[in-house]
């Protein structure tokens, strides 16, 4: 870990010393994967995605999948026992040891109530907030191939216009981002977030970071605001 980097504080509610468990809360369009997997590779932790988790079951056509796929295109929340399968996939206990950056859990206080699923509660919550006008925007223009690398037509685009410059895939849009869907995944976004802000604030996890401008200039934002958050230098 670089010197001066947020360590998680200098003790942690279950897990030992290291368990620097964060979690990305954010807007549809927010940045939340392309911060996490940024701040994953400056913690040296994982980078848990759900979206993605979940995109991986309903390729695999299981019958987990086929359900999960009839909540995704409508984007809808999946329900909470098909969720909390996806989840023991990707957290298992020594990854809740070491630590992660979770993207995508909780959604809703039911789900921050469940800290079992999150393999213990959070050492921190980074809220990324943009304006919905600029979560429109960033959707209609993202791309990804189906390993999950993104991009974005104007802001991130591929050196290979619509392959994916790691793996050479084609790139596609997201069913869920045409646009009346992301409408109604801002609304249900808005609906629940308040009540799980204010639960983490009263817990003094949360951590405000302003997501617009450059990613590169985002990621500093949350490193610094977690450095001071952390009380560490
Ligand atoms: P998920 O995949 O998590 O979708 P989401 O939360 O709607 O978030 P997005 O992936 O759309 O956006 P993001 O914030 O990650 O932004 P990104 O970095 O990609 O979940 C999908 C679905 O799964 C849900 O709708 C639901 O059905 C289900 N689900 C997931 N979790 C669940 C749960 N816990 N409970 C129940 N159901 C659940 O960036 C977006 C674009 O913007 C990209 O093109 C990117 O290149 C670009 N961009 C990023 N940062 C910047 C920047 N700073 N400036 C300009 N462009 C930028």
Redesign the pocket.
Same mark, same amino acid.
């Given at each position: 870990m670089m010197p001066g980097m947020w360590s998680g504080g200098p003790t942690a509610p279950t897990g030992g010393p290291a368990a620097r468990r964060v979690v990305l809360l954010?807007a549809? $369009?927010? @940045?939340?994967?392309?911060q996490a997997a940024r701040l994953a590779a400056s913690l040296g932790v994982p980078h848990i995605?759900? $979206?993605d988790l979940?995109r991986a079951v309903v390729a695999r056509r299981t019958a987990l999948g086929r359900e999960a796929a009839t909540?995704?295109e409508r984007?809808?929340?999946?329900p909470d026992r098909l969720?909390r399968d996806v989840l023991i996939e990707g957290i298992t206990p020594q990854v809740a040891l070491d630590g992660y950056v979770l %993207? @995508?859990?909780? #959604?809703s206080v039911e789900?921050a109530t469940d800290t079992q699923a999150m393999g213990g509660p959070p050492r921190a919550v980074v809220h990324l907030w943009i304006t919905d006008q600029e979560a429109v925007r960033?959707?209609a $223009?993202?791309r990804y191939c189906p390993e999950g690398h993104?991009?974005?037509l104007e %802001?991130?685009p591929s050196r290979f216009g619509l392959r994916c410059e790691l793996d050479g895939s084609r790139l596609v849009v997201r069913p %869920?981002d045409r646009e009346e869907v992301v409408r109604d #995944?801002l609304v249900l976004y808005h609906r629940r977030i308040d009540p799980l802000l204010n639960r983490y604030a009263r817990e003094g996890l949360l951590v405000e970071v302003n997501?617009t @401008?450059?990613?590169e200039d985002?990621a500093r934002r949350v490193l610094d605001e977690l450095t001071a958050a952390s009380g560490s230098p």
């Amino acid at each position: 870990m670089m010197p001066g980097m947020w360590s998680g504080g200098p003790t942690a509610p279950t897990g030992g010393p290291a368990a620097r468990r964060v979690v990305l809360l954010g807007a549809p $369009g927010s @940045g939340k994967s392309t911060q996490a997997a940024r701040l994953a590779a400056s913690l040296g932790v994982p980078h848990i995605a759900v $979206g993605d988790l979940l995109r991986a079951v309903v390729a695999r056509r299981t019958a987990l999948g086929r359900e999960a796929a009839t909540f995704m295109e409508r984007g809808e929340l999946v329900p909470d026992r098909l969720i909390r399968d996806v989840l023991i996939e990707g957290i298992t206990p020594q990854v809740a040891l070491d630590g992660y950056v979770l %993207d @995508g859990y909780p #959604r809703s206080v039911e789900q921050a109530t469940d800290t079992q699923a999150m393999g213990g509660p959070p050492r921190a919550v980074v809220h990324l907030w943009i304006t919905d006008q600029e979560a429109v925007r960033r959707l209609a $223009g993202r791309r990804y191939c189906p390993e999950g690398h993104v991009y974005h037509l104007e %802001d991130a685009p591929s050196r290979f216009g619509l392959r994916c410059e790691l793996d050479g895939s084609r790139l596609v849009v997201r069913p %869920d981002d045409r646009e009346e869907v992301v409408r109604d #995944r801002l609304v249900l976004y808005h609906r629940r977030i308040d009540p799980l802000l204010n639960r983490y604030a009263r817990e003094g996890l949360l951590v405000e970071v302003n997501a617009t @401008g450059e990613p590169e200039d985002v990621a500093r934002r949350v490193l610094d605001e977690l450095t001071a958050a952390s009380g560490s230098p």
